[in-house]
Nanobody, 123 residues
Framework: VQLQASGGGLVQSGGSLKLSCAAS????????LGWFRQGPGKEREGVSC????????YYADSVKGRFTISRDRRKNTVYLQMTDLKLEDTDIYYC?????????????????WGSGTQVTVSS
């Protein structure tokens, strides 16, 4: 099984980035996938997840209204569109499988995650 995150980079404050997560060994119709971020020495912060059962999206309060999660079941890929990026969004973003995607997902340890992609927001 593998979750391959990509799309990170350097962007100015207020800019946008779109992350992609190519999933293999997982099925978007069955597995709840999402994103968390964590830098060296920092605590993990759940960012967003999307429910496999109904496609409902959940977001951390810190990104609500700025980030949008989506999925392409044909490509077995999950996306995270990030807009109005702020300096505090700088982090390593990981694609992850959650046991359950619903309210409170942010506090749960993901079941599995892959390698991360660095997002750096500059002023």
């Amino acid at each position: 099984v593998q979750l391959q995150a990509s799309g990170g980079g350097l962007v100015q404050s207020g800019g946008s980035l779109k992350l992609s997560c190519a999933a293999s060994g997982f099925t978007l119709d069955r597995d709840d996938l999402g994103w968390f971020r964590q830098g060296p020495g920092k605590e993990r912060e759940g960012v967003s997840c999307i429910s496999s059962s109904d496609g409902r999206a959940y977001y951390a309060d810190s990104v609500k209204g700025r980030f949008t999660i989506s999925r392409d079941r044909r490509k077995n890929t999950v996306y995270l569109q990030m807009t109005d990026l702020k300096l505090e969004d700088t982090d390593i973003y990981y694609c992850a499988k959650y046991d359950v995607c619903d309210y409170g997902f942010e506090a749960r340890r993901p079941h599995y995650w892959g390698s991360g992609t660095q997002v750096t927001v500059s002023s």
